[in-house]
């Protein structure tokens, strides 16, 4: 390979240099392969495991090398580990996906070299039972869908009303203007796409078509979270009310100052503590048998501080 970068010279350099090292000694073998294993690991997941560490640090220059991987991996926000899942999980070309992410071919050519020695896939690392902690793979995955989402009349208003409610009525004297949360009830259909060179994508067509707000979800001016009780009662009443509906998304409001807030913020988008919290939830929908397939967010666009003004 002509064009070598950085990650793969250095990748390599360092397991030639752990191979000399151990040379003649009993059970080299089996820990070269190990050293692999390690390695790998950092290109996949960008995880340095301590005994990688250990290792390295018995090689003279091991640890500069091993800095060099890490440092490339991690660099333009986990490109390499982004290239090789569109690579290997969505289809994309080998050069198209690393354009997309900001690396080169040879970094995931370092990982696919790795792994055909350990006799693994490339990518065998990053299935999807094991990335729950892996957010930065969601650009991955949110790059090839797109999501189309029909809100009825009737869902509006369930979420308005109550909403109007929570940030204009004082609840008490300690928590007087508070978020709401419900849950999303409706239909979601689905299709998969497949363009030229690009791999495959997936279009969802989502109907909401009413919202069930939860009376006991713990509120208070600026956060809001479901009550677990709850919302077992609530998904077991809508599937013996509701049986042709399913659970497709939560609703919370958030709270702004004004319209021109919510646009400087950008207010539509999830929070990082929003990101954090789908995780679980969505394996709550599973164990629930419901689809679980996102959130849709509704913002309040004025505070009770400029109601009270006006």
Known sequence: MADRSELYKSVFSLEEKVRQSLEGRVGSSGKLRRLKLLLLQVLEL??????LKRAVERVHGGKTLLNTIVKR??????AVLKAIYDHIHMGAGLKSACLRWGCRPSDVM????L?????????????????????????????????????SRRAFE?????????????????????????????????EKITRRGGGGYRR??????QAAVQLRAKATKDHVWPNTKSLAIQLAAAKVLFPHLEVIGDFHSHPYNSARSVCRRKGWEPSEEDEDFNRGWVKTMKDYSHVGGGQVY?????????????
Do not use: W
Not at 46 to 51: K, Q
Not at 204 to 209: G, R, T
């Open 46 to 51: 960008d995880y340095v495991d301590s005994v």
């Open 73 to 78: 991996v991690e660099a333009n926000e986990f």
């Open 110 to 113: 370092a990982a696919k070299r």
């Open 115 to 151: 792994s055909k020695s350990l006799g693994r896939a490339l990518g065998s690392f990053t299935v999807e039972d094991q990335l729950e902690d892996y957010g930065c793979l969601s650009e991955v995955i949110a790059a090839r869908e797109e999501i189309l989402v029909d809100l």
């Open 158 to 190: 369930d979420m308005v009303l109550p909403t109007l409610e929570g940030y204009q009525v004082p609840k008490t004297t300690k928590s007087r203007f508070t978020e709401v949360y419900g849950l999303c009830l409706g239909t979601i259909r689905g």
């Open 204 to 209: 969802d067509y989502v109907n909401v078509q």
């Open 298 to 310: 509704f913002l309040g666009m004025t505070s009770h501080e400029e109601n009270q003004g006006s």
